[in-house]
């Protein structure tokens, strides 16, 4: 059974700072893998979506890289601002099933 | 539709009452998927569907909870003799495919209280 691990659980940073927020997976037979966003209740918006083929994915500020060999990936987000303020979650495909880490809670200070 | 819609957005309801949630998946997206996330926590994989396959239930916790799809439209998540541990968020995704090869779109979710 596939495990997602995403660490920190919270970071607080001020506005301006580059930061990495970083997912774990046990299983690297993975299909995609996918990042999320979620505001205080909201739905979830999909942020950036790597094929398994795929080292990385960037969007705007956003910059989303995978090595599969070692079950990481990791979401880089630049210049933060108190907008990209909400819960990032990985999300982990597998043969017809995902899996979600519990998130990371970002906090950008004015 | 343009996206994934769930309904009711919020529902209050009384313990041991039966509920039935509704999640319309965009069009053509074969694949759905339901998840609950209870307040501060991650999302908890419930069930999935794919096109006319047999359903993948591993997630659902336990006789009182129940889904059903017709093809490849509608799905219903059906909670019987709620319980206050049933409160939560009910949030459906869709995808074009099984394997998710351009991403899943989820709905706002369906915020149950049972009281």
């Known amino acids: 059974k596939q495990e997602v691990t995403q660490i920190p659980a919270a970071l607080s940073v001020p506005e301006g700072e580059n930061l990495v927020l970083n997912c774990s997976f046990t299983d690297s037979a993975i299909y995609n893998l996918q990042w999320f966003r979620q505001d205080p209740g909201k739905g979830l918006t999909s942020l950036l979506l790597i094929q398994s083929s795929q080292r990385e994915q960037t969007s705007g500020r956003l910059n989303a890289s995978l090595d599969k060999s070692s079950g990481r990936s990791t979401l880089y987000i630049a210049a933060s601002q108190p907008g990209d303020s909400a819960t990032y979650l990985c999300?982990?495909?597998?043969?017809?099933?995902?899996?979600f880490g519990a998130g990371t809670r970002l906090t950008v200070k004015p | 539709g343009a996206g994934v819609s769930q309904s009711p957005s919020n529902k209050v309801t009384e313990k041991g009452k039966d509920v039935e949630l509704r999640c319309d998946p965009i069009?053509?997206?074969?694949?759905l998927y339901w998840y609950r996330q209870r307040l501060g926590q991650g999302l908890e994989f419930l069930i999935y569907f794919q096109g006319n396959s047999a359903p993948d239930k591993s997630g659902l916790p336990s006789d009182r909870f129940s889904a059903e799809r017709t093809g490849e439209s509608v799905s219903t998540l059906t909670i019987q003799r709620t319980q206050q541990e049933d409160s939560a968020v009910y949030l459906c995704?869709?995808?074009?495919?099984?394997?998710?090869?351009?991403?899943?779109?989820f709905g706002s979710g369906t915020r149950l209280t049972v009281v």
């Open positions: 999300a982990v495909s597998n043969w017809n099933d995902m899996r």
């Open positions: 995704a869709s995808s074009l495919n099984w394997s998710g090869d351009y991403g899943y779109t």
């Open positions: 069009s053509g997206h074969t694949a």
